[in-house]
Structures are given as C-alpha cells and as structure tokens.
C-alpha cells in the first residue's frame, strides 16, 4: 500500500528553527508537496520538490531525497503565525495526489 | 470571484436527506477535485475531473457522485447523507491533472446527524 509518515505534532519556540520530516512509500514518485493549513483554513501551496535537494523559498525550505524517500520541511525564524499543520504530499505514478495525515506545528513564545 | 468558492460554509443535515455542495473557480484550470478531511486522517480523494465532461473516482467515492458541465462548476452530491459522512469537505483545482500545484476552496464543514 501507499503510505506517508509525518509526526502527529511538534512544539517549537518563536525565534527557533524547526524541521518537520516526511517519509513516505509510494507506487512511483513524480512530486512531492508541502502544503500549510491553519486551523479552520484551507491549505495553501508551500513547496514543491521533484529533484534531490534543497528548495528555499524566504524563512521556509524543502528537501527532498528521492532513494530515502524523504522530505523535510525547515522553517526558520518562527514566528507566532507559523503555528498551523503542514501537510506532505506525493505525486504516486498514476499521478494522484497521496496526503499525509499532516503534523501540528504550535508555537511558544 | 477570485479562485474557489464552496458553499455553503456549513451544514446540519439529518441522515437520508440529499445534499449538494458547490464549488466554483474562476482560474480557468482543466483539473477539479473533491477531499474530505477528518481529524487524524489525510486528505482523502473523493471524486476528480481532469476536464470538463469527464470524472472519475477517488479514494472513498461511495455514497458521492460528481458532474462537470462546464470548466467552472463542480457540484459534490450525496444522495441519502449518513453519519460517516461528517467531514469538512474541500474543493480544489489544478491547471492540469499532472503535476501542477493544486489551490483549495474554503471548505464545507457538514454534520450528519
């Protein structure tokens, strides 16, 4: 089956760095997304990575190791609005969309 | 309009009653889709359309059906509504059906009861 792991939930402090890592075993691989959802909200389009390495968009980067099948998001300078769930998804080889179960993302200050 | 609106915002509807969620984008993309988000679980796929005229089924399909009549609509129906079907469902759109970023609506949150 086709599967996608993220923590449940990670705590960070404002001003840190945190890094939310996604795992995942899919019938092929043609894409991965990051995706930012606050509580109540829609998501919204983070990230995209389809080669190894690291994509840096401002505060937020994406990485992605295709042969580990991997991808961690860093978020840099938290601030309080970061707080949210970040959502990993895979692009299989039929070209549907697989979501993680998401990781809760809270912000202390 | 500016990208996706879903309608209504929210909804409490008892069990066997028929339900139709709209959804409707004004960004011209070929490629529409129907998730439904419940606590702990991902975005499961109920049903997609890679153009207007066509659908097909997703994920969890069963006790959904779609239509795409023209690029901009794509109504959800559930004919006679269960309990299990208590979700917050979003709507969503891509320029293709491929690789392209996909863009959310707001979301339906319902409530069978």
């Known amino acids: 089956g086709q599967n996608i792991d993220q923590p449940t939930e990670m705590t960070a402090t404002e001003g840190a760095i945190v890094q939310i890592n996604c795992t995942y075993q899919?019938?092929?691989?043609?894409?991965l997304f990051w995706y930012q959802q606050h509580a109540g909200e829609a998501p919204t389009f983070l990230s995209y990575?389809?080669l190894d390495g690291l994509e840096e968009k401002g505060r937020f980067s994406s990485f992605l190791s295709r042969s580990k099948g991997y991808s961690y998001l860093l978020l840099k300078e938290l601030q309080m609005k970061d707080s949210a769930s970040y959502l990993c998804?895979?692009?299989?080889?039929?070209?549907?969309?697989?979501w993680g179960a998401g990781t809760k993302l809270i912000i202390k200050p | 309009i500016a990208g996706i609106t879903q309608a209504p915002t929210s909804q409490i509807l008892a069990a066997g009653r028929r339900m139709t969620l709209r959804c409707t984008q004004d960004?011209?993309?070929?490629?529409m889709y129907w998730y439904r988000q419940d606590l702990g679980l991902g975005l499961r796929l109920i049903h997609y359309?890679?153009?207007?005229?066509?659908?097909g089924k997703g994920e969890v399909p069963d006790g959904y059906s779609v239509s795409r009549a023209n690029t901009d609509d794509f109504p959800l129906t559930l004919a006679s509504a269960v309990p299990s079907q208590t979700s917050v469902y979003f709507c969503?759109?891509?320029?293709?059906?491929?690789?392209?970023?996909?863009?959310f609506g707001p979301g339906t949150r319902l409530t069978v009861l």
């Open positions: 998804a895979v692009i299989d080889s039929n070209y549907q969309l697989i």
């Open positions: 960004m011209r993309h070929n490629a």
């Open positions: 969503a759109s891509s320029d293709s059906s491929d690789t392209d970023t996909q863009y």
């Open positions: 990575n389809v």
């Open positions: 359309s890679n153009t207007a005229g066509t659908t």
């Open positions: 899919t019938s092929g691989f043609n894409g």
